[in-house]
């Protein structure tokens, strides 16, 4: 399918006409802003994916890890996988996969039990020194796609749409189809 092809969906496979809903009102997928934001994300994961590819055997959530403790954002577990933005369990698998690979050592944290700290091995630090350059390059490859008014409002549109995207009250004002 290419990019521009939107007419197999979900609607389709439910017996709507293609680009029809259910209703049978028109719609084009690619303006419903979750599914512009999960396409433009599986586009920059891969493009990550396939610079640290270049480099050797850090997956992306690896590499999002060692950078948020190169960084200095913190070495705190909670923290940093809040930071990289990984869910628990994939957050638990990376970091051990992590140390038995060398990248990283774990210690206890001294004022939260519940929490470890993660430091990086000489290997870590490498990897991070060779890849830096590169994602940095890619920033600002990302950013002059933009014009100066698109990056002014970039940031704060992303934090506003994150602050929303926490909530659900917005339901509250939409009448139960059951009445």
Not at 60 to 71: F, H, K, N, S, T
Not at 88 to 93: H, P
């Amino acid at each position: 399918m290419r990019d521009d092809d939107h007419t197999d969906g979900p609607d389709a496979a439910a017996g709507a006409a293609p680009g029809e809903g259910l209703d049978g009102a028109s719609f084009d997928l690619s303006l419903l802003l979750p599914f512009q934001i999960t396409q433009l994300s599986a586009r920059l994961a891969a493009q990550a994916r396939a610079i640290l590819a270049r480099h050797g055997e850090l997956s992306l959530p690896q590499w999002r890890i060692i950078r948020v403790v190169a960084v200095g954002l913190s070495n705190r577990s909670t923290a940093i996988r809040k930071s990289a933005g990984i869910d628990k369990s994939q957050f638990s698998r990376t970091v051990n996969a992590m140390v038995d690979s060398g990248y990283v050592t774990l210690a206890p944290c001294s004022e939260d039990q519940r929490q470890f700290e993660i430091h990086l091995t000489d290997k870590a630090i490498a990897a991070h020194a060779r890849l830096a350059p590169e994602l940095a390059a890619r920033q600002r490859h990302l950013l002059n796609a933009l014009t100066p008014d698109q990056r002014e409002m970039i940031f704060p549109a992303i934090h506003a749409l994150a602050r929303a995207a926490e909530t659900i009250d917005f339901l509250d004002n939409i009448p139960d189809p059951k009445d």
